[in-house]
C-alpha cells in the first residue's frame, strides 16, 4: 500500500517560543452580547482574536433574558447590554465586578422599511394610514422598544398607532418582523440596516436624538468573568481605536 508523504512544517527557535508564549496566554471568555450589537461584535471578536490570540464565544439575545439567565448562574464572563440599567444591577446585587462597567457605545434608533422610497426622511410616513403594522421592540425589556415608544408619543402618534403595533421580543425579532415585510414599518437599531454609513437596502428615518432618553449601551465583567484574561483584554480592547472604528461604522457613537 503506498505511503502518502506530507511537506515537512520546519519551525525556527523564535517562531516556536512565539507559538508557545500565544498559547499559554491565549484565553476564552463567553460574551452576552446584545441583539443589536450581533454585525459589528461579531467583526470586533474576528479581530480580538487575531490580534490577542485570546477568543471571544459570542451568545446573542435580549438583554433581560441574560440578565435572568445570569441570576440563575449561567457562565458568562461578559454582558454587553443594550440599556446601562442592567449592568448597573448586576454590579449592586454582586453578579458583576462594578469597576469594570464602562460605556461601550450609544445607540441611534431607526424608522425603517425594507422597501425603498417608503420611509420620508422625517418620518412623515408615521402619521399616514395606508400602513397596517409596525414593528416595535417591547418597551419593557427592550431599550430600543422604549425609545421608540418616547419617539411616538413626542410626535403625539402613540394612540394612533397603538392597534398596528406589532411587538418583538427584542430588537434582533423586530428587525425580521420589517426585514420580512410582516410590518411595512420597524422601528429597528441603525446599526441593524447601515453599514460604513449607508444604507443597506430600503428606506429609513434616523430618529434625532433629542426624541428619546440616550440609549447607553454598558459593558460589564461578570463574577464569573472576573480574573479571566480574555475577559479583561476584551474590555480594553473594546475602548481601542480598531474597535471604536467598527463601531461608529454601524451608527454608534459614545
Do not use: C
Request: proline content about 4%; hydrophobic content about 45%; cysteine-free.
Amino acid at each position: 500500500m503506498p505511503a502518502f508523504l506530507f511537506p515537512r512544517r520546519v519551525f525556527t527557535p523564535i517562531a516556536l517560543a512565539a507559538a508557545a508564549l500565544t498559547s499559554a496566554h491565549a484565553d476564552t471568555v463567553t460574551v452576552a452580547v446584545a441583539s443589536n450589537f450581533t454585525a459589528p461584535m461579531q467583526k470586533i471578536a474576528a479581530a480580538f482574536a487575531q490580534d490577542t490570540g485570546h477568543q471571544a464565544e459570542l451568545s446573542f439575545g435580549a438583554t433581560g433574558k441574560f440578565y435572568a439567565q445570569i441570576r440563575n448562574g449561567a457562565p458568562f464572563g461578559i454582558l454587553l447590554a443594550a440599556d446601562s440599567a442592567t449592568p448597573e444591577k448586576i454590579a449592586s446585587e454582586g453578579l458583576g465586578v462594578g469597576a469594570t462597567r464602562f460605556t461601550y457605545a450609544i445607540g441611534q434608533l431607526a424608522l425603517w422599511s425594507k422597501q425603498p422610497g417608503y420611509v420620508d426622511a422625517e418620518g412623515k410616513v408615521l402619521a399616514k394610514t395606508d400602513w397596517r403594522h409596525i414593528a416595535i421592540a417591547n418597551p419593557r425589556l427592550a431599550p430600543y422598544g422604549a425609545a421608540a415608544m418616547q419617539t411616538l408619543e413626542k410626535l403625539g402618534l402613540a394612540d394612533q398607532v397603538q392597534a398596528r403595533i406589532v411587538q418583538g421580543e427584542n430588537i434582533g425579532q423586530t428587525y425580521q418582523f420589517a426585514a420580512s415585510g410582516n410590518s411595512e414599518l420597524g422601528f429597528v437599531a441603525l446599526s441593524q440596516v447601515t453599514e460604513n454609513g449607508r444604507l443597506r437596502e430600503g428606506s429609513a428615518w434616523v430618529v434625532p436624538a433629542a426624541m428619546h432618553d440616550p440609549i447607553r449601551q454598558d459593558a460589564i465583567v461578570l463574577k464569573s468573568g472576573e480574573g479571566n484574561a480574555a475577559a479583561a483584554a476584551l474590555m480594553n480592547y473594546l475602548r481601542g481605536e480598531k474597535a471604536r472604528a467598527i463601531i461608529t461604522s454601524y451608527g454608534y457613537s459614545f
